[in-house]
């Protein structure tokens, strides 16, 4: 059986219907909440207003699925499921002053949380989760810079430093000032207390060495290294 061979008009063709078919299927997904993985599955997205440095971990952490993060296997969907509710639903609640100020962001939903409960978040609920997240960015931060400044004798605002640049931080996002601060307030006596405990240990450690014995009249080997 003989084949046609496929000339390089017919490939360039090709490969500009299969890239217009992709943008229309991201352009359907981004007005309908709605994207596609397969043929035979679809993921529902809902969107959420968060704080600069929340979207920053998020994007670190999360994979993007076309234009949305995927949380699903992880705790802190259970907060973001938990507020869901249908747009039909109206929620009395007033909308706090830093709802307009934050970041918006898609994040995936399932199927089923999606006809259960629905794909809208309340103003209120938005920023109840990106102050749980926040919150928990804050204290693993702080631990952080205890641990390398107790166990590895860096200094404070230099581990404080380190920190922001490998989550990479921007100064609009989390900043050296407001980060120092929050360590200086709810920290330094957490700080104090490791360092009495390793002290502690250290001293504990140097007494319970065994003392050493060597036999009279004998003297040091030296170590023979061959050529």
């Known amino acids: 059986m003989k084949f046609n061979k496929i000339t390089n008009n017919q490939q360039f063709i090709f ?5 217009w078919g992709q943008w229309a299927i991201g352009v359907y997904g981004e007005k309908k909440n709605i994207f596609f993985m397969n043929k ?3 993921i529902y997205s809902t969107e959420i207003r968060v704080h600069p440095a929340v979207f920053r971990y998020i994007d670190n952490t999360f994979h993007r699925k076309g234009g949305a993060y995927d949380l699903r296997r992880h705790l802190l969907y259970d907060f973001i499921s938990a507020g869901l509710s249908r747009r039909t639903i109206k929620v009395e609640s007033m909308i706090p002053l830093q709802y307009e100020k934050m970041k918006k962001i898609k994040v995936v939903i399932t199927s089923w949380d999606y006809s259960h ?3 809208d978040i ?3 609920h938005q920023v109840a989760i990106s102050n749980h997240i926040y919150r928990q960015i804050l204290f693993d ?3 952080r810079v205890m641990i390398c400044h107790v166990f590895g004798g860096l200094p404070r605002d230099t581990a404080i430093k380190e920190y922001l640049w490998e989550h990479c931080f921007e100064e609009r ?3 050296y000032a407001a980060l120092r601060k929050h360590y200086q307030r709810h920290w330094l006596e957490t700080e104090k207390n490791a360092k009495a405990n390793v002290a502690e240990f250290n001293s504990n450690a140097t007494h319970c060495l065994p003392e ?3 036999k009279k009249n004998v003297g040091v080997v030296p170590l023979r290294i061959n050529p």
Do not use: I, M
Not at 15 to 19: A, E, N, T, V
């Open 117 to 119: 409960y629905g794909w």
């Open 212 to 214: 050493r014995h060597t």
């Open 40 to 42: 035979d599955s679809k």
């Open 122 to 124: 309340p103003p209120v």
């Open 173 to 175: 996002e989390l900043n």
């Open 15 to 19: 490969l500009k219907f299969c890239q």
């Open 141 to 143: 931060a702080c631990y």
